[in-house]
């Protein structure tokens, strides 16, 4: 199994960073042990969660750093989303696209985080028919194709965060380091 080596610099609350870490290495493991593709809807699963929890990193920073700041959003932006409460996958999307804090991985990024998030909701059976022309069959819902997608997007969303929102340089001793499968 392939895996990258990210040093997390955007992340705000250590003990998410510490759960992050922990996500990160449960999905090798289930990644290394995914004979037959039986893992393969716990690791989109699991690719979803660690992006959520990325995602979100950047709104608890903007909400509560207020003297840290947050690289790369305005003073303006950062109050209004500190004002908001922003808890959900499906929100923390909305709020990134809204203030344009993910433009730099394409067009597409918004509606590949929202395939990423209906797939991961997909834990909840009830949850299975949001994604269109998807069966609801799980081992035609979540092939080896899908898994690759997930762990790509997971990959490239936190590159894009630790290039983009990294905490001041005289921070980074507290950065987070995390291996991540790469498909």
Known sequence: MATETL???????????????SNAASLCRLVA???????????????????????????YRAKNFNREKVTNISEKDRLEIASKKIERFKVLIEKMQEYKML??????????????????????????????????????????????????????VLKHLIEK????????QFAHELVLPNA
Do not use: M
């Open 33 to 59: 042990s995914n004979e037959g593709e039986i893992f393969n809807k716990l690791i989109v699963v699991q690719a979803g969660s660690i992006t959520e929890a990325a995602l979100d990193q950047i709104i």
């Open 103 to 156: 433009d730099g991985l394409g067009a597409g990024i918004y509606d590949d985080l929202h395939k990423l998030r209906e797939y991961r909701n997909r834990i909840h059976i009830q949850l299975d028919d949001n994604l269109k022309d998807v069966s609801r069959d799980e081992d035609k819902a979540f092939t080896k194709e899908i898994v690759t997608w997930a762990l790509a997007l997971n990959i490239r």
């Open 7 to 21: 040093t997390c610099n955007f992340i705000g609350d250590f003990k998410v960073g510490d759960n992050i870490v």
């Open 165 to 172: 929102y990294p905490r001041p340089k005289d921070l980074e």
